[in-house]
């Protein structure tokens, strides 16, 4: 009696630690696989809020950097040219709306896949230990959306070709300051996800090889117990709330 009450244990142990695994797993797969990543931050594009607050912070880079009204009078003609400054207070209200546009272009959305991308190529470069130019010490982890803002300024007829600062369209995803933390974070986040897999299959196996005698009830009760691992609801996708737009985080 007080065997069948350790393996019961084993496998109630077993499904916890398990469905903690699932967890692990899939959080070291969105924070540390690029094409995860990538993949993920596309699917947050799709969603309003996200699009609002991202444009949102390309019209604002776009006009705290370039001299709109001076690009919009360099292209009228003389007489034209006190009419610049009314056209860009105008082109402000319109702008919001082309780049609102803009976001749902393929073209767009290729480059802000890209950019994702070498951010999070930079921010493992970084976390693991930095090699070649980057470096861990006082480096920061940023999305560079500086060619979508000109992208935008392009649609709006603004020339801003080697006018934008290198880092006038940069949101910033890690702090130097944060630096040590996400380190530890990712290294206890690698050994979690190889650690409890393993240990929640081991328990599974130690309790029925223990269940002598009525090894098939322990074998279908390891079955609810992978049932129920299966059913753990991992967060939602990003992009089903403006919260999780890091994009938000620029414009503060």
Known sequence: MRLRRTVIAL???????????VFAVWAKRQLLETNTWTETSSQLLENKDVQVAVSG?????LYKNVNVERELAATLPPRLKPLAGPAAGGLRQL??????????HPRVQLLW??????AHAAFLNIVEGGNGTVSTQGGDVTLDLGTLAAQVGGQ?????AGKLPPQAAEIHILQSNELSFAQDLVNLLRKLAIVLPAVALALYALAIYLARGWRRRALRASGIGFIVIGMNPR???????PRHCYATRGRR
């Open 11 to 21: 496998i109630i142990l077993a499904s916890v630690i398990g469905f903690f695994a």
């Open 57 to 61: 912070f390309l019209v604002d880079s």
């Open 95 to 104: 702008a919001d709306r082309v780049a609102l546009e803009a976001l749902g």
């Open 113 to 118: 896949e890209d950019a994702n991308r070498q």
């Open 156 to 160: 709006l007829g603004v020339n801003v």
């Open 235 to 241: 967060p939602a996708r990003p992009g089903a709330s």
